[in-house]
């Protein structure tokens, strides 16, 4: 039986990708700082570790793993990563964990690595335009991310890529572009667009109003967890040694976005734009080159996605007594 650890098995991402490798019929270890919050891990086994700490990280790869996954991070929605006020924890403790990782697998002689790396790297000179914004893999460089999550991101890129150079690795990149779904935070300040603006449509009362961050033109793309983790494991047992964007090219505004969800809850809100963080102006994913690496790209329509992620956050909100 095949197996593979899952670091960041807590996590919204790393939660469902632990069930979709169950589901393959694969031996599962996940490791997080915390459990899932929402359901139980069907991890056949899940440690709480603290992946910064380099003991108790190489602990964790007692197995011959045919896969690791490293998803851990410190990490949330614009609310807790362009504040500026989380940037010292948010790249001291990732990077922790990407170097205890990476190394814990060099020791054990792990057959393949995956990195969750983010949109986050591309530099702000190529997103300033919401209508025209260029997130080709190659347009990496000159660097200059728009936040510190994103600068750490690029470093551990190159962690991980210097350890395949060096040390003959097999690693696998992913640049995930806003990935939402079931089962992801949506409140308490690390969530992140959809979940958030789900919650405020939520609570809303049909007729009234929900505050938007900005001027809503912003724009971005949403990809759903299924079709991440379709791409995840793609790109994993390929032989694309570069980084890859996993992320949807259906650009749409906050505004747009919000009056999808409002639609689909059947109420008619207006938008309140108020001060807020908000990152780059424009970004989407650039699918050409999974397209030609892989032979696939993510498909599945926003509206979709929304709808199921929507109905679970209604039912968040109602069973919290905040409707
Ligand atoms: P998440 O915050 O839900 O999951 C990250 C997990 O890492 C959490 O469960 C957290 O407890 C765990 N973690 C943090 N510090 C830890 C530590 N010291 N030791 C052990 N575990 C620790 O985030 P997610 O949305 O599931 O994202 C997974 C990965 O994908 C992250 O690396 C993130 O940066 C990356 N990513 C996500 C998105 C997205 O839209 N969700 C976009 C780009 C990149």
């Not at 990476?102 to 300033?128: K, T």
């Not at 906050?254 to 908000?278: E, R």
């Amino acid at each position: 039986m095949k197996s593979a650890l899952v670091c960041g098995a807590g996590g919204f991402i790393g939660h469902h990708l632990v069930s979709r490798l169950k589901d393959e019929g694969m031996w599962v270890c996940g490791v997080d700082i915390k459990p899932p919050e929402f359901s139980a891990s069907r991890a056949d086994e899940f440690k709480l570790v603290d992946l910064r700490d380099p003991t108790a990280t190489y602990k964790c790869l007692d197995r011959d793993f045919d896969e690791v996954y490293q998803l851990a991070a410190d990490m949330g929605g614009a609310g807790y990563v362009f504040t500026g006020e989380n940037c010292a924890a948010v790249m001291h403790n990732s990077a922790l964990i990407n170097i205890n990782v990476v190394d814990a697998c060099r020791q054990a002689g792990v057959g393949r690595v995956f990195f969750s790396s983010s949109a986050c790297v591309y530099p702000l000179y190529n997103q300033q335009d919401p209508q025209n914004p260029t997130c080709a893999e190659a347009t990496v460089y000159p660097a200059l991310p728009d936040s510190e999550y994103g600068w750490e991101k690029l470093f551990a890129e190159r962690l991980y890529l210097t350890y395949a150079r060096n040390y003959g690795m097999t690693c696998r990149i992913a640049r995930y572009h806003n990935i939402f779904g079931p089962e992801g935070t949506w409140q308490g300040g690390r969530e992140k667009a959809p979940a958030a603006l789900c919650r405020k449509v939520a609570m809303a009362e049909d007729g009234g109003e929900i505050e938007i961050w900005g001027d809503g033109e912003q724009t971005r793309s949403f990809l759903y967890i299924d079709e991440c983790l379709e791409a995840t494991l793609r790109l994993m047992r390929s032989d694309c040694d570069e980084p890859l964007n996993i992320g949807s090219d259906e650009m749409i505004s906050i505004d747009g976005l919000a009056q999808a969800i409002a639609h689909i809850a059947g109420k008619k809100l207006s938008l309140h734009h108020i001060a807020g963080p908000t990152g780059v102006r424009g970004r989407t994913s650039d699918n050409r080159l999974i397209r030609e690496t892989l032979g696939w790209a993510p498909s599945a329509r926003l509206n979709e996605g929304l709808k199921s992620t929507y109905r679970w956050i209604a039912e968040q909100v109602a069973a919290t007594g905040q409707a």
